[in-house]
């Protein structure tokens, strides 16, 4: 269709710096260590659960962890405005070192249970607001500044690999050894990347100093927070478009992410950490596929659409992973899990850095970390309700109900984006 040419091309300044190497490396290796710590967490809670309510323990702690990510994503610019983009990242790196590591060794002290979950959860979830927002563009700033959609797609190969082999390793020593061990190691393995960001400041960046307040008391300020982010949705046709799709799938085909566990548990409950273990790396290896997915849709779709096309393929793969669980038993289901999981994470992970990029470039002359965060919170609203039913569903239901609704939801919304127009981007206002 005529509305859905791809974008015009953007700068390639593809040559990585050595700063930006370090920083891919320290992110794989954060990354890594929180895919262990994830797996031990979520099994924590599930063996907690027990058979009657493991499901239901688990998305309780990733639901509270998703609140407390949205309560802090519109609070971001301010963070950024008081300590610099830098400080702020850097806060958000230190916290989730020091968080981490004490409550993995209050649970190797022997208190491993739902209830140290919940206290960390809220911690974990303000940590990772922060950090959602900035971490695409610190990437972005670090890899070439060839656009916010191939910075991250180019960002999800490191993400993958880390994941796939923190999942697989951790999960082989959580299945080998006591609860905790994922989680202090998910602490330490992200003191590089905290230490790398307090020497990552862009020329130029402060904060905002005590002495200048009365000087910035009469400058207008860029306004933030919930009220400030629907303001802008509402005057702006394409973000508001982009914010209700992302939104949509976060409630309808995330949670097989992050739910992966509990799934497992009910699949294969004798050898569910190993069998999650797996199954994560098969997402984690399909993310590596991104940059392949995101370059072929580029070229025949802008970024809008071709999330919509990512997204859909992600809705008949869940249904595909029905069919899988219904027909198949034991290893053969496994197996076949894994191949399906190569797809969906490939396609999940193009719709997000296509999603990313739409959102990014939809407000000219205005703050990316702002549009970031109105971008993410309406992400996050959705994201722990769609947790919560999942969780419900599989624990008092099953896995294929959850899957179907999950499937006709996404294809839904995604139908539903192909058919806008793509929308012309405001001019910038001049004064």
Request: hydrophobic fraction near 55%; charge should be neutral; aromatic fraction near 8%.
């Amino acid at each position: 269709m005529s509305d859905a040419t791809p974008d015009v091309a953007e700068p390639e300044s593809t040559r990585i710096s050595r700063r930006g190497w370090l920083f891919l490396g320290a992110l794989g290796l954060s990354i890594a260590g929180t895919a262990w710590g994830f797996l031990d967490a979520t099994s924590i809670a599930v063996i907690d659960g027990g058979t009657d309510e493991g499901s239901v323990y688990a998305g309780l702690f990733v639901s509270l962890g998703l609140v407390f990510t949205a309560i802090t994503v519109p609070l971001v610019p301010r963070a950024c405005r008081l300590l610099g983009e830098t400080g702020a990242f850097s806060l958000s790196r230190w916290g989730m070192v020091v968080s981490t590591i004490a409550v993995g060794l209050v649970i190797l002290a022997g208190f491993a249970d739902e209830r140290v979950l919940l206290v960390y959860a809220p911690f974990y979830g303000a940590f990772v607001g922060l950090a959602l927002v900035l971490n695409p563009l610190f990437a972005s700033r670090m890899m070439g500044k060839a656009g916010m959609a191939r910075a991250y797609a180019r960002l999800s190969v490191v993400g993958g690999l880390a994941w796939a082999i923190g999942a697989l390793v951790g999960g082989w020593i959580t299945d080998h050894t006591s609860s905790g061990w994922g989680l202090l190691a998910m602490g330490i393995a992200a003191i590089p990347l905290a230490l790398l960001t307090m020497t990552s400041a862009e020329p130029g960046e402060t904060a905002v100093d005590a002495g200048d307040e009365a000087e910035k008391a009469t400058e207008a300020k860029p306004k933030s927070g919930p009220r400030a982010s629907l303001a802008a949705l509402r005057a702006n046709p394409t973000l508001l478009k982009i914010t209700i799709f992302a939104a949509a799938i976060a409630f309808f085909a995330s949670p097989l992410v992050s739910l992966i566990v509990p799934i497992a548990d009910e699949l294969y409950h004798r050898t569910f950490i190993t069998s999650a273990s797996i199954m994560m790396a098969g997402l984690s290896v399909g993310e590596m596929l991104t940059p392949v997915i995101v370059g072929g849709l580029k070229k025949r779709f802008n970024d809008l659409h071709g999330a919509a096309v990512a997204s859909l393929a992600c809705g008949l793969l869940l249904i595909v992973f029905t069919l899988d669980a219904l027909f198949f038993q034991g290893n053969v289901e496994l197996a076949f899990w894994v191949v399906l999981s190569l797809a969906f994470g490939g396609a999940r992970y193009a719709s997000r850095a296509l999603a990313l990029g739409a959102a990014s470039t939809s407000r000219p002359g205005e703050s990316e970390v702002s549009t970031m965060s109105i971008y993410f919170l309406a992400v996050m609203v959705t994201a722990p309700i769609g947790v919560a039913w999942w969780s419900l569903v599989i624990e008092y239901v099953n896995v294929v109900t959850a899957l179907l609704v999950g499937a006709a939801g996404t294809i839904a919304i995604s139908l539903w984006l192909l058919r806008q127009p793509q929308v012309s981007r405001p001019p910038r206002v001049i004064q």
